[in-house]
C-alpha cells in the first residue's frame, strides 16, 4: 500500500513550522497508523533525515498520549477511538494524509506533532482529588453506592486526558474534560464534602490556563474516544451556578 | 556476598506488625528536612511519592511521558485482588497468601507474600475512599469475580479500566500534594543514571526530554518505581516507553537482579499479524471467567470456527486441566496453548492463535449481560480487528507482559544499594516465579501505599545524621560525563541501520529461546547471538538528529542499548535454573505429560546477579518454608 503523508513539521516551538509531503510505501493494511509513521521514520533515519516528533506510549487507546489530526479530524476519520486504534486499513491505495498537531492556545506545540497538555495536569491540581490521607479509609463496604450512581460516576472517570475535546473545539474549550472529572467525583458520596470548592476551583483554573468557553456545538463528544458525553457539561455548568450559592 | 531478607521475627501473621513496632521513627519535624525521589508515577510511585509527602517528606516525581497519569498502570484491565471475602466463599488472607506462593511455584519468600495478603483489605478501602468506581451491585456494596489459579471471587474491577481507575486515584492524591507544594513533579523526565556516594544512593541524573539537557537532582533516598520490563521482547502488551534503563543503571552500581529471566507470557493477546507490529494488545484475563478456549481438533482446519460441531472442538484447557478448566493460570494457559499451536492446530491467518468464544456465556446469560461485563473489550477488539466477537470467537496468542524478576529487594523493599529502593513492578518480591492474575496492581500499590512509607523511615532515621548531599559532589560530576559520553558515542555511529531493526532482532531472539519454553542449547545459542547484536548495535545503528533537542529515536537507541544487555543477563539466569517452576519452563525438567519439575532440593532459591565489568556473579538468597511445604503445583 502507497500513500503520501502531508506531515506539520516544527523545530521548536518557536519556529514557524510548515507542512512537509512524504511518499510512502511498503505499508500493509494491517499497520496501524502509527506504525505507518514509524515505518516512515525509519525511512528518514536511513536518508539522514531527523525524525517526525510524535506521541504515544500504551498504543491501546487508554493512555491518552497520542493525538494529531488526520485529514482535519481529531484522532483520524472514526468516532469514538484514539490515533493509535486507526488501522491503515481504513485508508485506500494512494489517499493523501494530512497530519497536523492539536491546535489550540492552551496547547502550544513543542516540536513537529507534539503540544505541551500541562494545562490539564494543573485543573487536576486545583481539586480534582478527595483530600484524605493514606491511611485513614473507613470500611469500603461500610457506605453502599447503588449500581446506577456508581456507573455514571464511572462513565465519566473514563476520560483518558488526549486532549480532543479541546483540539476539536473551535473554541478550544476544555469544559468536556473538566466536567468529566468534577462529575466523577462530585457524583460519588466521598467526593461530596468538597464538591463546591472543587467546582469552582477547577473551573476557575480552566479560564486561567486560557481556554475558551462552550457553546454547545457537541463537536468534542463525537471525537471523544471514550464518548464522554455533553450532557456532563450542561451538569458541570449547574454545579458552578450551585457554588456559587451555597460552596 | 550475604543477602540478609531482614524478615522479622515471630508467627507469620504478626511479622509485619512486630517489624513496625521495632522500626525506627520520624518525628514530623525533621521528615520536612529530608529529601525523597521517586523515579515513576504508576501506582507504585504515585502511591509512595504522594503518602511519603502526606508524611512530610520532601518529594520529587519523575516519568517519562507527559503526565503521570499515562504510566502504564493505566493499561491493566481486569482487577485487583483483596481477601474481602465478600463473597463468603472461603477466602482469607491465609488463603489468599497460600494461592499466591503457590501460583509463584514457591519461588518466593513466606513473609513478603503473606503481608502482600495481609495488606490488600485495606487498599480497596483506600481506593474506595478515594473515588474509584469499582462496580456494584444493585444494593450498593462491591462486586467481584475470578481470575486464573484461584477457585474464589477475590477480584475487585471498574469495569475494563481497573488499572486506569486506580491510576487516576493514585495520580489525583499526588497532585494533591503537587498542590500542596510537597511533591514536585518532573514529566518529561528519563533517569539515565544513579548516584552512588560512599556506598549510598544520593541521587539521579535525567535527561530532560525536550531540551535534551542533562539535570542532577540529590537526595536522601532514591526509590524505583519504573515498571517492567517485557519490551525487551519487542513485542509485549507495556506500552512503547516502557524500559529497563533505570534498573540497568543501578544494576551496573552495585544492585543484584533477581531472577531477571522470571517473565509471565500472558495467554490471552491478540496475535501478532505483521512484521512491522509495534506492541500485542492484551484481552483481559477476565474474559475467561465466561469465555471457553478452544481449538479445532483437526488440524489446519480451514472452516469457519461457527461452522465447526461442538464434537470436533477440542477445549484444552477444560479437557488438561479439569478442575480449574479455563480459569488455569497463566504460565500453565500459555504452554497449552504454544503446545496446541506448534502442534499445528493453531487458527487464524497466520496459524498463530487459538479461540477464545462466548457463544455459551451469551447463550446461558444472555446477551446484555455480557456486554455489561466485557463490553468495552469486545469494543477494543472491534476496533483493532475489525470483528464481531458477539458473532464469532475472538482470536487470541500468548504475549509476553509481566516481569517477576527485578531489583532484589529485602523484606524493606530496600535494594543492596543502601538508600535505594525498588517498588513495583520494577521489584522480585512477591510473585515468585509466575504471577497470578490481578495481584500486581496489589503489589505495586501496596508497596507505595503501606509498606514502603513504613520502611523508609528506618533508613532515614540514620540518615539525618550525616550531610544532605548536594549535587555538586565529585560523583555527581563522573555520571553526568558518563551519561554524555554513552549519548555521543551513539549519536557518533552513524551507522546503516535504524534502532528498530534491532530490537526486533533481539526480540526474536528473546522469543525464541527465553519465553514459553526454554533449554540449555538455545540459551547458550542466544547469547552468543545477542552480543552479535550488541556489537552490530554499536558499530552500525544510525539514529539522526542531535542530543539537545527533543529526539525520540535518541531516547529508543539509549533503551535498547540497555535492553541488549539486560537480554543477556536473563538469557544467563534461565540458563543456570535446571529446573522448570512457574512460568520457567525448561524443556529438559518435564514429566511425560509435559508438566513442570521443579528440583526444591538444588533449586529452592532467589537467583541475585552481581554485575561484574561485562560478566554477572551469581548469589544465592535461599527460600526457607517455615508454615507451609511446597507441594507439586497441580491444578488438575
Ligand atoms: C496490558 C496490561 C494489563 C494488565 N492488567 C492487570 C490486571 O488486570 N491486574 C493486575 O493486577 N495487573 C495487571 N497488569 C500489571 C500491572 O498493571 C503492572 O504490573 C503495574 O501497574 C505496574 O505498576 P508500576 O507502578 O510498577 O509501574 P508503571 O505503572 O509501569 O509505572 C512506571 C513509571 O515509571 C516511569 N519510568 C519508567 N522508566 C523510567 C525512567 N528511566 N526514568 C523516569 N521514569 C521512568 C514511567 O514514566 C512510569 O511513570 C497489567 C499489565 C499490562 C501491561
Ligand atoms: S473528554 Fe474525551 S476527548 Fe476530552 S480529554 Fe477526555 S477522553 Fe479526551
Ligand atoms: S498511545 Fe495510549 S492512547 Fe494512544
Redesign the pocket.
Known amino acids: 500500500m502507497k500513500v503520501t503523508f502531508k506531515i506539520w513539521r516544527q523545530e521548536g516551538p518557536n519556529d514557524k513550522g510548515a507542512i512537509r509531503a512524504y511518499e510512502v510505501d511498503g505499508l500493509t493494511e494491517d499497520m496501524s497508523f502509527l506504525e505507518a509513521l514509524d515505518h516512515l521514520n525509519e525511512l528518514l533515519v536511513l536518508k539522514d533525515e531527523k525524525v517526525i516528533a510524535f506521541e504515544y506510549d500504551?498504543r491501546?487507546g487508554i493512555c491518552g498520549q497520542c493525538g494529531v489530526f488526520i485529514n482535519g479530524r481529531a484522532h483520524g476519520p472514526h468516532d469514538h477511538m484514539t490515533t493509535c486504534q486507526l488501522h491503515m486499513r481504513s485508508f485506500k491505495e494512494g489517499d493523501t494524509i494530512v497530519v497536523e498537531p492539536w491546535r489550540a492556545a492552551s496547547f502550544p506545540v513543542i516540536k513537529d506533532l507534539i503540544v505541551d497538555r500541562s494545562a490539564f495536569d494543573r485543573i487536576i491540581e486545583q481539586g480534582a482529588f478527595i483530600s484524605a490521607k493514606t491511611g485513614t479509609a473507613p470500611e469500603a463496604n461500610a457506605i453502599p453506592i447503588p449500581k446506577a450512581v456508581s456507573d455514571r460516576a464511572m462513565d465519566a472517570a473514563a476520560c483518558i486526558g488526549c486532549g480532543a475535546c479541546v483540539a476539536t473545539c473551535k473554541n478550544s474549550s476544555a469544559a468536556l474534560f473538566t466536567s468529566a472529572k468534577i462529575n466523577h467525583l462530585n457524583g460519588l458520596p466521598q467526593g461530596r464534602a468538597e464538591e463546591h470548592k472543587r467546582v469552582a476551583e477547577m473551573t476557575y483554573q480552566m479560564e486561567i490556563e486560557g481556554f475558551g468557553s462552550c457553546t454547545f456545538t457537541g463537536a468534542c463528544e463525537v471525537e471523544c474516544p471514550e464518548g464522554i458525553s455533553i450532557i456532563n457539561i450542561a451538569e458541570m455548568n449547574a454545579r458552578v451556578t450551585k457554588a456559587k450559592v451555597l460552596g | 556476598m550475604k543477602l540478609d531478607a531482614k524478615i522479622p521475627e515471630g508467627k507469620l501473621e504478626d511479622k509485619w506488625r512486630n517489624y513496625q513496632i521495632k522500626s525506627q521513627l520520624i518525628n514530623p519535624a525533621n521528615k520536612k528536612k529530608l529529601n525523597v525521589i521517586v523515579?515513576?508515577?504508576?501506582?507504585?510511585?504515585?502511591?509512595a511519592a504522594a503518602t511519603l509527602a502526606e508524611l512530610g517528606y520532601d518529594v520529587k516525581c519523575?516519568?517519562?511521558?507527559d503526565s503521570?497519569r499515562?504510566?502504564?498502570?493505566?493499561?491493566?484491565?481486569?482487577?485487583?485482588?483483596a481477601a474481602k471475602n465478600y463473597q463468603h466463599d472461603g477466602d482469607s488472607v491465609w488463603r489468599m497468601f497460600y494461592d499466591t506462593l503457590k501460583g509463584g511455584d514457591f519461588r518466593s519468600r513466606e513473609a513478603n507474600t503473606y503481608r502482600l495478603a495481609e495488606l490488600s483489605a485495606p487498599l480497596i478501602d483506600h481506593y474506595v475512599q478515594q473515588g474509584v468506581p469499582f462496580a456494584r451491585e444493585y444494593g450498593g456494596t462491591l462486586v467481584n469475580r475470578s481470575?486464573g489459579g484461584v477457585q474464589v471471587q477475590r477480584?475487585f474491577?471498574a469495569r475494563g479500566q481497573?488499572?486506569q481507575q486506580?491510576?487516576m486515584a493514585a495520580y489525583s492524591q499526588l497532585y494533591k500534594m503537587v498542590r500542596a507544594k510537597k511533591v514536585e513533579m518532573f514529566?518529561r523526565?528519563?533517569?539515565?543514571d544513579l548516584v552512588v556516594i560512599d556506598g549510598k544512593a544520593k541521587g539521579i541524573i535525567?535527561r530532560d526530554l525536550v531540551t535534551g539537557e542533562l539535570k542532577r537532582h540529590a537526595a536522601d533516598a532514591v526509590i524505583l518505581?519504573?515498571?517492567?520490563y517485557?519490551r525487551v521482547f519487542r513485542l509485549?502488551?507495556?506500552?512503547i516507553?516502557?524500559?529497563?534503563?533505570?534498573l540497568w543503571?543501578a544494576h551496573k552500581k552495585g544492585a543484584l537482579f533477581g531472577a531477571p529471566s522470571f517473565t509471565q507470557i500472558?495467554p490471552t493477546a491478540l496475535p501478532q499479524s505483521s512484521e512491522a507490529q509495534s506492541k500485542l494488545?492484551?484481552m483481559?484475563?477476565?474474559l475467561r471467567n465466561d469465555g471457553r478456549i478452544w481449538v479445532p481438533n483437526q488440524k489446519e482446519d480451514a472452516r469457519k470456527a461457527n461452522t465447526i460441531p461442538e464434537e470436533e472442538r477440542d477445549y484444552y484447557l477444560e479437557r488438561r486441566y479439569p478442575s480449574f478448566g479455563n480459569l488455569a493460570p497463566r504460565d500453565i494457559a500459555s504452554r497449552a496453548a504454544k503446545e496446541r499451536i506448534d502442534a499445528g492446530y493453531g487458527v487464524g491467518r497466520l496459524k498463530n492463535a487459538v479461540y477464545l468464544d462466548f457463544k455459551h456465556a451469551i447463550e446461558k446469560f444472555g446477551l446484555e449481560t455480557i456486554k455489561d461485563r466485557y463490553g468495552n473489550l469486545f469494543k477494543m477488539y472491534k476496533k483493532i480487528t475489525g470483528i464481531d466477537a458477539y458473532q464469532e470467537p475472538m482470536q487470541i496468542s500468548p504475549a509476553a507482559?509481566?516481569s517477576m524478576g527485578g531489583l532484589w529487594v529485602d523484606y524493606e523493599l530496600m535494594t543492596t544499594i543502601p538508600g535505594l529502593y525498588a517498588?513495583?513492578?520494577?521489584n522480585f518480591s512477591d510473585h515468585g516465579a509466575n504471577?497470578l492474575?490481578?495481584?500486581?496492581?496489589?503489589?505495586?500499590s501496596v508497596?507505595?501505599y503501606f509498606i514502603l512509607p513504613n520502611t523508609i523511615n528506618n533508613y532515614l532515621a540514620d540518615e539525618m545524621k550525616s550531610d544532605h548531599p548536594t549535587i555538586d559532589h565529585p560523583e555527581f560530576d563522573k555520571a553526568v560525563e558518563e551519561v554524555k559520553s554513552n549519548i555521543d558515542r551513539i549519536l557518533a555511529i552513524n551507522g546503516t541501520k535504524t534502532v528498530d531493526h534491532f530490537h526486533r532482532e533481539l526480540g526474536k531472539v528473546m522469543w525464541q529461546e527465553c519465553a514459553m519454553s526454554r533449554n540449555k542449547a538455545g540459551l547458550e545459542k542466544a547469547i552468543s547471538q545477542i552480543k552479535e547484536i550488541r556489537d552490530a548495535f554499536w558499530s552500525d545503528v544510525k539514529v539522526t538528529g542531535d542530543s539537545n533537542e527533543l529526539n525520540t529515536e535518541l531516547e529508543k537507541a539509549l533503551?535498547l542499548a540497555d535492553f541488549i544487555e539486560l537480554g543477556i543477563l536473563m538469557c544467563t539466569d534461565a540458563l543456570e535454573r535446571d529446573e522448570s517452576c512457574g512460568a520457567h519452563f525448561r524443556e529438559e525438567f518435564q514429566t511425560e505429560d509435559g508438566e513442570a519439575v521443579r528440583v526444591d532440593a538444588d533449586y529452592s532459591y532467589v537467583s541475585a546477579w552481581e554485575y561484574d565489568n561485562g560478566d554477572f556473579k551469581l548469589h544465592k538468597e535461599a527460600l526457607e518454608f517455615e508454615f507451609v511445604k511446597p507441594s507439586v503445583r497441580s491444578y488438575k
Do not use: W
Not at chain 2, 517498588?423 to 520494577?426: A, D, F, L, M, N
Not at chain 2, 492474575?437 to 505495586?444: E, K
Open positions: 500504551c491501546e | 523515579v515513576g508515577s504508576g501506582l507504585s510511585g504515585a502511591g519523575f516519568c517519562y511521558q503521570a499515562r504510566a502504564h498502570s493505566v493499561a491493566a484491565q481486569g482487577g485487583i485482588n481470575f477480584t474491577y481497573t488499572g486506580l491510576l514529566p523526565s528519563e533517569m539515565l535525567v518505581a519504573t515498571g517492567g517485557s509485549s502488551t507495556l506500552a516507553g516502557c524500559n529497563g534503563s533505570a543503571k500472558h494488545t492484551l483481559s484475563e477476565s507482559h509481566f517498588v513495583g513492578e520494577c504471577r492474575g490481578a495481584n500486581s496492581l496489589l503489589q505495586a508497596d507505595g533503551r
